[in-house]
């Protein structure tokens, strides 16, 4: 039997899947614009969370479309 860990360890950090950052962002809307900012900062501060929820909302968004 192997003795329990007496130490914190480093969290495991997983990959986002590449696809729940997909969204493209519709020309000349200007929250999609804002949007795709967001995603790409989140991305360079590795905060992949963040640029999730920005791509979430790229693709949920309505575009000017009356919902």
Sequence with gaps: ???PTRYQ???VE???DP???EGTPVNGCGVCIALARQRK???ERGEGAK???AAAEIRQ???GRRV
Excluded: V
């Design 1 to 3: 039997m192997s003795e």
């Design 9 to 11: 360890q480093k969290s």
């Design 14 to 16: 997983l990959p986002i």
């Design 19 to 21: 696809w729940l950052l």
């Design 41 to 43: 900062e989140a991305l």
């Design 51 to 53: 640029a999730f929820e």
């Design 61 to 63: 968004h309505p575009h």
